[in-house]
């Protein structure tokens, strides 16, 4: 079994890029990383600016960012804050650069972020800008914004499902590895509870009339893939490429029992 750098905290950031992505997909397996020791560290890359009916811009950002902190604070999670507006998500150097700071900042272990086939283009772009801020965190000559060492501990990136399960072109996105989320299941729910504006937005703009049974909804799909669990996270474990030692799966190995991974997919990677 790899093991990360000697004598360092176990350390684990959900990168997304709206207010209640993490909670929608992620913070199930948060919190049972929270169990086994690590550090958990949440941040949205986007503002959550034009996720609203009613608010303008400025007090919508006021008050995204404190249901984010808000949900934060309810598992004592680190927050970072976002980086520009919603929609405003896009694979720049600028932008980039301020990404990878966080990453050598934080220096985790495991980033969670979104699938590279999404819905939405911020969700895909956000996965674009984790991916490479990662890859880049001991580069000496890449400069981030503001100035942070370059790091040199492996990570593992797993990716989420998309919102609704489903890719753009409505294609089944099929997981690699499944997380047990059901005995933290309440704490998930209550964090998502938190985002009081974005479930008036989705009412409003996507009919989203259950917004806390929609996330309940796809959690029990997930889990029903699973073949195991009631409820569940899904993900797929990224190329170790430019990342860490082949074969390290810090999620299954810390998680033990309470994340499965499913040897067809594994065995069809070739």
């Known amino acids: 079994m790899v093991s ?22 992620m913070a199930g397996t948060l ?38 902190l808000d949900a934060a604070n309810l598992i004592g999670a680190g927050y970072h804050d976002a980086l520009c507006d919603d929609l405003a998500v896009f694979y720049t150097p600028e932008l980039l650069a301020r990404a990878a700071a966080v990453i ?24 674009r800008l984790a991916v490479t801020a990662a890859f880049s965190r001991g580069m000496k000559n890449f400069a981030t914004v503001p100035p942070q060492a370059p790091t040199e501990q492996p990570i593992t990136l797993y990716h989420a499902l998309p ?18 989320i059901g005995p933290v299941l309440a704490q998930k729910r209550a964090m998502l509870a938190c985002h009081r504006t974005q479930k008036e937005w989705l009412d409003v703009s996507q009919g989203m009339d259950a917004y806390l049974t929609v996330m309940e909804e796809m959690s029990a799909e997930m889990g029903k893939q699973s073949g195991r669990f009631k409820y ?19 999620l299954a190995d810390w998680l ?9 997919y594994e065995a069809e990677l070739g």
């Not at 049972?32 to 020791?37: A, M, S, T, Y």
């Not at 050598?104 to 996965?127: F, G, K």
């Not at 919102?163 to 047990?180: A, E, K």
């Open 104 to 127: 050598r900042e934080v220096r985790p272990d495991i980033v969670l972020t979104h699938s590279p086939q999404d819905y939405m283009e911020d969700h895909q772009n956000v996965c």
């Open 31 to 68: 919190l049972r990383l929270q169990e086994v020791g690590c550090q958990v560290h949440l941040w949205n890359l986007a503002n959550g600016c034009c996720g609203t009916a009613t608010y303008s811009k400025e007090e919508i950002i006021r008050l995204r960012r404190q249901e984010a």
């Open 163 to 180: 919102h609704g399960l489903r890719d753009g072109l409505r294609r089944s996105i099929r997981s690699g590895q499944f997380v047990d």
């Open 4 to 25: 990360a750098v000697p004598n360092k905290p176990r350390v684990v950031l959900a990168a997304v890029a709206h207010p209640d992505d993490i909670e929608f997909m």
């Open 256 to 264: 033990g029992e309470a994340c499965w991974v499913d040897p067809e």
């Open 232 to 250: 569940a996270e899904a993900w797929r474990r990224h190329s170790h490429l430019g990342f860490g030692p082949e074969g390290w799966d810090p």
